[in-house]
C-alpha cells in the first residue's frame, strides 16, 4: 500500500495537479488531498492497484516517464481509471486492449 509520501511523489512524478490525478482514478481531488496526508486514508482497490503498476514501471524503466505521462493524459481524457485498466489489463493479457 503507497504511504501519503509515495503517492504525492508519484503525483509529483507525474507532473500532475490533484485535479488531474483525482480524474485519473477515478476520485474527488479531495480524496488525493487525504491520501496524501500521512494520517489520512491510503488508496485502496483499483486506484491502488494503478497506482501501483504505474510506479512498478516508472521505477523499473525511469526514463519512461514522458511516454507514461502521454498515455495518462489520453486515457485521463478518455474515461480516467476505467480505460487505465482495460489497457492494464491488455497489457497483462498480451494484447494491445483492442479487438482485433
Keep these: ?27 474527488d481531488s479531495r480524496t488525493v488531498v487525504r491520501w496524501e496526508t500521512p494520517d489520512g486514508p ?18 523499473s524503466d525511469p526514463g519512461s516517464v514522458k ?7 489520453g486515457a485521463a481524457a478518455v474515461g480516467g481509471l476505467a480505460y487505465v485498466m482495460l489497457k492494464l489489463l491488455g497489457t497483462i493479457n498480451g494484447s494491445s486492449g483492442e479487438e482485433e
Excluded at 503507497?2 to 476520485?27: D, N, P, T, Y
Excluded at 492497484?49 to 514501471?57: G, S
Excluded at 511516454?67 to 493524459?73: D, M
Design 1 to 27: 500500500m503507497l504511504s501519503a509520501a509515495e503517492v504525492k511523489a508519484l503525483r509529483s512524478r507525474l507532473h500532475m495537479s490533484r485535479a488531474q490525478f483525482a480524474r485519473l482514478c477515478g476520485v
Design 42 to 59: 491510503r488508496p485502496t482497490g483499483a486506484a491502488q492497484a494503478v497506482m501501483a503498476a504505474i510506479q512498478e514501471k516508472l521505477d
Design 67 to 73: 511516454r507514461v505521462v502521454k498515455f495518462l493524459a
